[in-house]
């Protein structure tokens, strides 16, 4: 038998409190419980091993490792601009609706929201808290704080599923993660469009998250295309346009991410044709760009970015729109100021202006006050301030306290005014109060004194000082001195250089807080940067201004010596040997010469390296760099001198012909002097005989064009310019035929709008200037001549407030035509300018004149209310006639006074006979044109009255095409363009009226038609599917058809295709033993037989009960029933325990088939028997805890003594050992 150990319970307090579990899961009184082994009730700790080392042994119970805990607070933060906040009152900024929403939302969520407003007035928002909480509130602050927007995507009905997920954990998610509103519509709704609502940002990225759930689930065909993210605003088009234009030709449904998502890939679905159709197109368009665009890099202040972005990214769109190029902006929470521009070299100089002129459209300007000015220029209750503010009301003026300057945001023109404004109002206070307030005020209360300071009005210069003797005496000498200072005090302006003006101050002002520490007493004002002013305007007492001057020169003086700047072309394949291993070139040739060398970047195509410094460091730097180059190549250099004139001509179109010249001499780069710099050298270099080749093709290509390039110039005044290109260009064209040379009219931009240029061989522009000069010499011989044109004429020319006289004096030099006076009865017109001109116009008159009396007038009877109809949105139809066929069309006056069916109707088309129905006046529409394009007119004005033709469809089917709340009926309207109107439903008819143009009527019948043949395919599947059987089945078996959770039944509905319903336990009336099965007949026979399989197989078995020991249970079922559910699925039976406080404790039922539950019920009790034999010497001790196989209890050990300071030592407290303890080796 084994031995026991007895110890007091409080020393094992928190062991009892964790056996409790165990000894309630076992449902076995406390004094019962078995007693614990020793092992069981003091695990081991783990042994110390060397460093290093790795024990094979499992973790002790005590020795488990502890992992680290992850904060479980995280904080976001997020911006709300000024055009989509929901409230916009600042004047109530922390108290107003945004304050309210904010506490409600943290008190639902539990997040902590701190708002801030930012200077261009948008809210800058923190969300603190647990992940969950930060979600949710984030989503409630745009739901509630920011204007919300909302959009439509269309995916296909049968991927809502996966968009909402398992128990719309999904749909949740994506909720959370973009902070929209998704709405998606019910399975009975026909409708496959996804409602999104939120901002545009969220909008943009839900859409794209949906778009990839469709494209992922889209088994037809899923292309993914990898493209640098720079290139996709390329394939998107402005304002998406391109891509919308490839989805529609093609039929693929595109997916490109938003910009704010940082993602490479481009999803293509659809039909597989289309879907390669599409990456054909979207290919050539990224290769097209990729081998045609480049890219420039500018600076621009980070605080202009905002306004270069736009309102929601329009302004980018746009320049993409008008300039073709993009504009690549780095992240707002970025701090570099660098944009890139991509696009073709010839379009990227207008962009850039673009550009340039978005970013100064609002200016930032700081003006410098002393800080104890500020309240005085905002004026009593900001009456000084507010004059402005409302005159200006765009311009944002910003005071920092304690800080000497004031910030003014707005429209350039309207800051310039503010500033100067306030540059007035600082100038009066500084007169004004030339001794400060705050001064006074020290005085009077370290002196104990009163001092009254004069008003302006007294113009006196007495101050008075009242109190006590002494105190009076100390604050008059004060002020004496103060006022001796300021009579000291000097202003003085130094000249710098603008450029240099950022070097003086430096990063974030470091550098020129350096010197104001220095000079505490001088104030030193830098003009604005957009005043382009090189005056630095020092203030302070005279000596020290002065001390100040010299010192700021000593620094400009070192600035200028380290601006000089040095460009070094060097070959691009040479810049990484250059740079070195992880830079130690470039690093090393920068600090031994002190200079600063600036590469291009990898993308770029320049091979200029820019040092700059000191003039000698840099020559210094320069030959090193080159001598690099020149070790590891042949390289020679060549000057040609080539007329500056002709650069442009020998670059070609975008570099084509000097590009031609370095791609046949391999290796060589030509170099040509920046436009305007008046320089004629041409910089040739490369390896020594391909230069010599390069030089020599140069030259005679300099040669051709120095012959073909001649230039002349000729005067002739704006408004022959015209005549002289002649009707279509043939003027020009028949003078360049002739003689060769180019010749070259100012656009409406030039500031000469005389001057028109010739190029060309010399020979020829001579010859094209003398045939010029000879037109323009006629055009100015001014001639008067007149013609005769019928009266009945007249008006046409004149109508419209002579735009038919405007146009022949535009097209023919300027010539002026005058006709008689109305009622004047005469047919004589008169023409008066240059000869050639009066002789055109005149023939073209003449011509006008015979196309009018060539013409007829053609009636067209249409029944009034057919007019609008015909004259389509805005006249669009009618205009579209007049245009292609050339006639003039007139409506009647509108007679409301008739019946609205004032004419027989017409069926399918037919028009009554003219011989049985006259047609009133408000019917008849007039052609008037040639004989020949009237009727053409006519039948397209025929064509576009709408005809009615009845469809025969069965009267079950109307409401299904008519779809919920109209859907159906309104989407087949709008798809073939015409109205479809369905009887009501009392009439029961099987007839369906389609109203359209005659072009639609064939489409919209056959898609009617087509629409029914499917809804009665719909009705027969329905036929089938409802097939019926009716099984019968003891109510007892319905909790294990239906299964765990469901389980049971799920599988068979799925395996099936079929729907199976039980009987409704609180519903008297059905038969309790019912199982209705709808389906296919097929499948439901096969359902029906699967669940009597079932039921056969379950009425085989028996149920027996077993007595076990109830202080086994809890051994048997084992940590959360891990035990039995294994021992269950061993022997196929069912186990079921008895329920705590049951009367019979000890009865356990076993269920299954009768051989198994044998086996089981054997199992169970021979478990029973080793569980209670192994624990025969369970003793509770009646006030103790007890274990087993104590290491006291083997041989030739005794128990410890409690009561021993050596055997049970205080912490902290040594004991030498006697001899070997019970517990094992001491461990120290």
């Not at 408000?922 to 025929?942: F, S, V």
């Not at 009926?969 to 009501?984: A, S």
């Not at 008819?989 to 489409?1003: E, F, P, S, W």
Request: net charge neutral; charged share 30%; hydrophobic share 35%.
């Amino acid at each position: 038998m084994s031995s026991v150990a007895v110890l007091t319970p409080e020393s094992f307090a928190e062991h009892r409190s964790g056996l409790k579990d165990q000894e309630m899961t076992g449902c076995v009184p406390e004094d019962e419980a078995y007693i614990p082994t020793y092992l069981e009730a003091f695990p081991p700790l783990p042994e110390k091993g060397a460093p290093g080392e790795k024990t094979g042994e499992p973790a002790s119970a005590w020795g488990g490792k502890i992992r680290p805990i992850k904060a479980s607070v995280i904080t976001q933060v997020f911006h709300v601009p000024l055009e989509e906040r929901r409230y916009k009152d600042n004047s109530q900024f922390g108290e107003g609706e945004e304050a309210k929403v904010c506490l409600d939302i943290m008190q639902r969520t539990g997040a902590h929201i701190e708002l801030s407003l930012a200077k261009d007035q948008g809210l800058s928002i923190m969300v603190t808290g647990k992940l969950e909480s930060v979600m949710k509130a984030r989503k409630e602050i745009v739901a509630r704080l920011q204007t919300q927007a909302s959009a439509t995507v269309a995916i296909p009905k049968e991927h809502h599923r996966f968009v909402i997920g398992k128990n719309g954990e999904k749909l949740q998610e994506l909720e959370l993660k973009t902070a929209t509103k998704i709405a998606i519509p019910r399975p009975d709704d026909p409708s496959a469009n996804i409602r999104i609502t939120g901002t545009k940002e969220g909008i943009e990225k839900a859409r794209h998250e949906i778009l990839l759930i469709s494209a992922e689930q889209d088994k037809r065909a899923v292309e993914r295309l990898c493209l640098e993210k720079a290139f996709h605003p390329f394939i998107a088009g402005a304002h998406n346009r391109l891509v919308q234009e490839l989805s529609q030709e093609t039929g693929a449904r595109i997916s490109i991410p938003p910009p704010s998502l940082p993602r490479d890939e481009i999803v293509i679905t659809g039909e597989k044709e289309a879907v390669a159709l599409a990456l054909s197109r979207i290919r050539a368009i990224y290769d097209d760009k990729k081998r045609k665009t480049t890219t420039i890099s500018v600076e621009v202040k980070k605080s202009q970015h905002k306004y270069i972005i736009g309102p929601k990214g329009n302004t980018l769109q746009e320049i993409l729109e008008t300039t073709g190029v993009s504009v690549e902006m780095p992240p707002l929470d970025s701090g570099s100021e660098t944009i890139i521009l991509r696009g073709e070299p010839d379009k990227l100089g207008p962009a850039l202006t673009q550009v340039y002129a978005k970013a100064k459209s609002v200016m930032v300007v700081e003006v410098t006050a002393p800080a104890w000015l500020h309240r005085f220029i905002i004026g009593k209750k900001g009456q000084n301030i507010g004059r402005i503010t409302q005159q200006l009301p765009r311009v944002h003026i910003e005071f920092t306290d304690g800080e000497e300057r004031i910030s003014l945001e707005g429209p350039t023109a309207e800051v310039e005014q503010a500033q100067a404004q306030i540059q007035e109002i600082i100038k009066d206070l500084v007169s004004t109060h030339t001794l400060s307030q705050s001064v006074i005020n020290r005085i009077k209360e370290q002196y104990k004194v009163s001092v009254r300071i004069p008003q302006d009005s007294e113009r006196s210069g007495l101050v008075r000082i009242e109190g006590d003797p002494k105190g009076v005496q100390l604050a008059r000498r004060e002020l004496i001195e103060m006022v001796q200072r300021m009579e000291n005090e000097r202003t003085k302006d130094l000249i710098v250089e603008q450029k240099l003006h950022r070097s003086i101050i430096g990063q974030k002002g470091e550098k020129i807080k350096e010197v104001r520490d220095k000079f505490p007493e001088v104030i030193i004002n830098f003009p604005d940067p957009s005043q382009k002013s090189d005056i630095v305007q020092l203030r302070g007492p005279k000596n020290e201004v002065e001390k100040c001057g010299k010192f700021l020169q000593k620094i400009i003086a070192d600035l200028i010596e380290n601006s000089f700047s040095l460009s070094v072309p060097i070959f691009k394949q040479f810049h990484k040997n250059i740079i070195g291993k992880g830079g130690a070139n470039i690093k090393k040739i920068r600090e031994e010469t002190n200079t600063k060398i600036d590469l291009p970047t990898e993308n770029s195509n320049s091979e200029m390296i820019v040092i700059t410094g000191k003039k000698s460091n840099c020559e210094a730097a320069r030959d090193r760099i080159l001598s690099i180059q020149r070790e590891l190549a042949n390289i020679k250099e060549a000057e040609v001198a080539i007329p500056a004139r002709l650069h442009n001509s020998l670059i070609g179109s975008k570099g084509c012909l000097v590009r031609s010249i370095m791609e046949d001499c391999s290796g060589v780069h030509i170099h040509f002097p920046s436009e305007g710099s008046g320089s004629d050298k041409v910089t040739i270099r490369g390896p020594v005989g391909e230069v010599e080749k390069a030089k020599k093709q140069l030259l005679q290509l300099a040669e051709e064009k120095q012959v073909n390039n001649f230039t002349a110039e000729l005067q002739a005044k704006p408004e022959y310019h015209k005549f002289l290109i002649g009707r279509g260009g043939a003027n020009i064209r028949r003078v360049r035929d002739k003689t060769g040379a180019r010749i070259i009219f100012p656009s409406p931009d030039d500031t000469e709008q005389e001057l028109i240029t010739i190029v060309g061989k010399e020979e020829a522009v001579r010859q094209a200037q003398k045939e010029l000069e000879c037109l323009v010499k006629n055009l100015d011989d001014v001639v008067e001549d007149s013609m005769v044109v019928d009266v009945r004429h007249h008006r046409h020319f004149v109508c419209r407030r002579g735009q038919v006289l405007r146009e022949l004096a535009e097209e023919y030099g300027g010539v002026a035509v005058s006709f008689p006076r109305t009622g004047a009865n005469s047919q004589r017109v008169t023409l008066k300018g240059a000869k050639d001109c009066a002789e055109a116009a005149k023939k073209r008159i003449q011509e006008i004149v015979e196309d009018l009396e060539s013409q007829v007038s053609v009636e067209v009877a249409i029944p009034q209310r057919y007019h609008r109809a015909i004259m389509g949105p805005k006249g669009c139809r009618i205009q579209l006639i007049t245009r292609e066929h050339e006639v003039q069309i007139k409506f009647p006056e509108r007679d409301d006074s008739l019946p609205v069916f004032n004419a027989p109707p017409q069926e399918n088309g037919d028009v009554s006979p003219e011989a049985e129905f006259v047609a009133p006046k408000c019917d008849i529409i007039t052609i008037a044109g040639r004989a020949e394009k009237c009727e053409p007119a006519k039948a397209a004005l025929l064509a576009l009255v709408p005809i009615t033709e009845d469809v025969e469809v069965s009267y079950e089917l109307h409401r299904y095409i008519i779809g919920q709340k109209g859907s159906g009926i309104r989407k087949m309207m709008e798809e073939y363009e015409v109205n479809i109107w369905v009887p009501q439903p009392e009439k029961q008819l099987d007839v369906i009226k389609v109203t359209g143009l005659v072009a639609n009527m064939v489409r919209a019948k056959q898609g009617l038609l087509d629409r029914v043949k499917e809804l009665q395919a719909e009705q027969a599947d329905r036929a089938l599917r409802s097939f019926k059987v009716i099984l019968s089945v003891d109510p007892k078996f319905h909790p294990k058809i239906i299964g765990r959770k469901g389980a049971v039944i799920s599988q068979i509905r799925k395996d099936h295709d079929v729907s199976i319903q039980f009987p409704d336990k609180g519903d008297e009336q059905q038969v309790c033993d019912a199982i209705v099965i709808l389906g296919y007949e097929r499948n439901v026979e096969e359902a029906s037989q699967a669940i009597q399989q079932l039921v056969a197989e379950w009425q085989e078995m028996v149920s027996r009960d077993v007595h076990l020991d109830p202080r086994t249970h809890a051994r048997i079922i084992g940590a959360r029933g891990k035990a039995i559910r294994k021992l269950m699925e061993e022997f196929k039976v069912d186990i079921r325990f008895p329920q705590p406080g049951s009367d019979e404790p000890d009865k356990v039922a076993v269920t299954g088939l009768p051989e198994a539950v044998d086996n089981a019920i054997d199992h169970l009790l021979n478990l029973e028997e080793e569980y209670v034999s192994s624990h025969k010497t369970l003793v509770i001790a009646q006030h103790g805890f007890v274990v087993l196989d104590a290491p006291w209890n083997a041989a030739g050990n005794k128990a410890p003594d409690m009561s021993s300071a050596e055997d049970f030592p205080t912490f902290g407290m040594g004991v030498a050992p006697k001899q070997a303890s019970a517990w094992g080796p001491k461990k120290f």
